[in-house]
């Protein structure tokens, strides 16, 4: 298993931008697939990006262009950058990783508002 603790959550206005980050308990190198989740209010929580061990990318079109995923596997870490953001984008935000099961963040609440 891996801990996972995401951080850098908090309120933008519309139009915004914020920076997520994922800080894994131990090597993320020979992890296949890491990404970020959300779920907002009510909702069932929905995937947002995807980065695989070779550095390729997966997003779904509702994030397209406006979200990023990076990785940085010597500190361990993965990135979710968020720009033009929404007031739709307002979710828990998780980080997630793939590796002997599903491992899962605590989350970080993301607030898009005026």
């Known amino acids: 298993q891996v801990q996972l603790v995401e951080s850098g959550g908090g309120l933008v206005q519309p139009g915004g931008s914020l920076r997520l980050s994922c800080a894994a308990s131990?090597?993320?190198?020979?992890?296949?697939?890491m990404g970020w989740y959300r779920q907002a209010p009510g909702k069932q929580r929905e995937l947002v990006a995807t980065i695989y061990s070779d550095g390729s990318t997966d997003y779904p079109d509702l994030v397209k262009g406006r979200f990023s995923i990076s990785r940085d596997n010597a500190k361990k870490t993965v990135a979710l950058q968020m720009m033009s953001l929404k007031p739709e984008d307002t979710a828990v935000y998780y980080c997630?990783?793939?590796?002997?099961?599903?491992?899962w963040g605590q989350g970080t609440q993301v607030t898009v508002s005026s």
């Open positions: 997630y990783a793939r590796f002997f099961g599903d491992n």
């Open positions: 131990r090597s993320i190198s020979s992890i296949y697939r």
